[in-house]
């Protein structure tokens, strides 16, 4: 079982960058593919990142890429995401989930229901 736990949130201006970390717990964390996820109010989740358990391959959404960086650090068992050149339209609770290596290729990776462990989320908002 994996427990994840994210954090780095908070406000800020548009523009501006923040961190968001996710701490796993578990020893099988490095088996586990990762992804990103953000709900805003009112709207669906929705998919942002995702990395693969060796740290080989990263997907993004189209609205985030080349902005937002995801990486991991399997020997803390930690997944970071590192955003940067933040929008109002960034706004939202952003989850990371872990996936038990089911997946291959970018659609599988945004469905959120391939993911089977999931944190508590952490607010992030972009005042412009």
């Known amino acids: 079982q994996v427990q994840l736990v994210e954090s780095g949130g908070g406000l800020v201006q548009a523009g501006g960058s923040l961190r968001l970390s996710c701490a796993a717990s578990?020893?099988?964390?490095?088996?586990?593919?990762m992804g990103w996820f953000r709900q805003a109010p009112g709207k669906e989740r929705e998919f942002v990142a995702a990395?693969?358990?060796?740290?080989?391959?990263?997907y993004y959404a189209d609205s985030v890429k080349g902005r937002f960086t995801i990486s991991r650090d399997n020997a803390k068992n930690m997944v970071y995401l590192q955003m940067n050149s933040l929008k109002p339209e960034d706004t939202a609770v952003y989850y990371c989930?872990?996936?038990?290596?089911?997946?291959?290729?970018?659609?599988?990776?945004?469905?959120?229901?391939?993911?089977?462990?999931w944190g508590q989320g952490t607010q992030v908002t972009v005042s412009s």
């Open positions: 989930a872990a996936e038990p290596g089911r997946c291959s290729g970018y659609g599988c990776y945004a469905t959120a229901n391939m993911y089977q462990y």
């Open positions: 990395i693969t358990w060796s740290g080989g391959s990263t």
């Open positions: 578990g020893r099988t964390f490095s088996s586990y593919d």
